[in-house]
């Protein structure tokens, strides 16, 4: 018997499991993860560099300074960060055409900038009032969760470019159909992110990378928790209380059949695809991890660097195309992924829709072709390519997504307690959001014991 199991070997699994090793050491602890490594979704990879070999993000990699449960861990193990390059960006209209620019204002005419400004005012001012442990209680909350942010911006918005800027905030940050989210939705994950700078990474510190990768925290997880107590290839069926009413000790069965007695579990991922005895709430579904190919791709020189940009681009054309699936742009945006010993790479986020087909090569091809487009791109080197999936076709509809079960889905089932991405009050969807979750459960599991 165990005392407490842990179902998924992500950041906040793993960060659960540490922060009560920490304050309880004779603990016994055992890790459950369907798939055969430990991360969720943080992904690192090792490819062929400027200087010989680097590691590179292919899945979860910014980190913002204002994450300060993130960034106390990360300094907990000497981990450091640094942040992304300044220069110019580029900005990518509904209609394709291509416009580089500096500074924090993107480059759209003044009557749509300031359509989109009281657009995106009137959202962050709901949003710094939101209730955050139950969104349902906050002002309006029915009415604002039955609307959707399509519907809002209809009758926020009149200029055409603030109406395509909007969805692509939408559709490029959270990768959802405004006609698919609740306005109290989108404010409660604009609200946990402390506004616009918070979720756009648009803060005076900007937006941060890993040195060494994203990986590098849950290598480091992994070995304060001690990796024999993790079982690999280990998929959750089902969770039992022994005794009837839900008192008593759990049993937790995997899908080769073996079963682990826990007096506590934390459910991490998996909730809806797990048998519960006696059954557990069931609530509306939420938003699904984002369908995306992550990709990087590495150079010889930083070309880009070299003509003043930051390896920035947004992409309204490329949202579009993920949104309707029409139009030739593949990729919603691109970041500069230099690596910390200076190792030039960019990486993105392609649309599965016209690239999930193709190899990785062909992907590779493409994604030259698309860089091309956006920078000056002669003699330039490549030196190395890899990419990964996320996520799965839309299977919603036009289901509208609600905040209606966000302050809910974090009540404790009896014996088990709850975890998973949906639960967090800060950061909600990003690698700070899951560290906040980590340690929440962790001290409510605590309390209980």
């Known amino acids: 018997m165990t005392d407490i199991v842990v179902v998924g070997v992500g950041i906040s699994g793993l960060v659960s499991s540490y922060h009560i090793l920490k304050k309880k050491p004779d603990a016994k602890i055992t890790l459950l993860e369907a798939s055969d490594r430990a991360g969720g979704q943080i992904l690192s990879v090792n490819l062929k560099a400027a200087s010989g070999t680097d590691t590179y993000d292919v899945g979860g990699a910014f980190v913002q300074k204002a994450q300060k449960e993130l960034m106390s861990l990360l300094k907990e193990f000497e981990i450091e960060t640094y942040p992304q390059p300044k220069g110019k960006r580029i900005t990518q209209l509904g209609d394709g055409t291509i416009k580089p620019y500096s500074g924090s204002i993107p480059p759209l005419p003044w009557s749509s900038l300031i359509d989109l400004h009281r657009f995106m005012s009137k959202l962050e001012g709901s949003a710094k009032k939101m209730n955050l442990t139950n969104p349902s209680e906050s002002t309006k ?3 604002l969760d039955k609307t959707s942010v ?90 039992k209380h022994t005794n009837e009413g839900g008192d008593g000790l759990v049993s937790v069965e995997v899908s080769s059949g073996e079963t682990y007695t826990a007096k506590k579990v934390i459910v991490t991922e998996g ?28 150079f010889a020189k930083a070309f880009w660097r070299d003509k003043g940009y930051s390896g920035e681009v947004l992409s309204m054309a490329g949202t579009m195309q993920h949104l309707t699936g029409e139009g030739e742009w593949s990729a919603t945006a691109i970041f500069d992924a230099t690596s910390s010993d200076g190792n030039p790479a960019l990486s993105g986020v392609l649309n599965p829709g016209p690239m999930g087909d193709k190899t ?72 700070g959001g899951a560290v906040q979750v980590g340690y929440r459960v962790a001290n409510e599991v605590l309390d209980c014991m």
């Open 150 to 239: 399509d519907e809002f911006k209809l009758k926020t918005l009149w200029t055409q470019a603030a109406k395509d800027m909007a969805d692509t905030l939408a559709g490029s940050v959270l990768r959802v159909d405004p006609k698919n989210i609740s306005v109290l939705y989108y404010e409660y994950i604009l609200g946990s992110t402390g506004g616009w700078d918070g979720l756009l990474g648009s803060s005076k510190d900007g937006l941060h990378r890993i040195k060494g990768g994203a990986e590098k925290i849950v290598n480091a997880l992994v070995e304060a928790i001690g990796k024999e107590n993790i079982k690999f290839n280990s998929k959750v069926t089902s969770i």
């Open 271 to 298: 909730r809806d695809e797990i048998e519960f005895v006696p059954s557990a709430p069931v609530f509306p579904p939420l938003l699904p991890i984002a369908n995306t190919i992550s990709f990087v791709i590495t």
């Open 141 to 143: 909350a029915d009415e």
């Open 360 to 431: 990785p090569e062909e992907r590779k091809s493409e994604v030259l072709k698309l860089l091309a487009k956006y920078f000056p791109m002669e003699n330039v080197d490549v030196l190395d390519y890899a990419d990964h999936a996320w996520g799965g076709p839309w299977k919603y509809g036009d289901k509208l997504l609600t905040a209606s079960s966000l302050g809910d889905r974090r009540k404790p089932f009896h014996s088990v307690h709850w975890a998973d991405r949906h639960t967090a009050m800060e950061w909600y969807n990003t690698i």
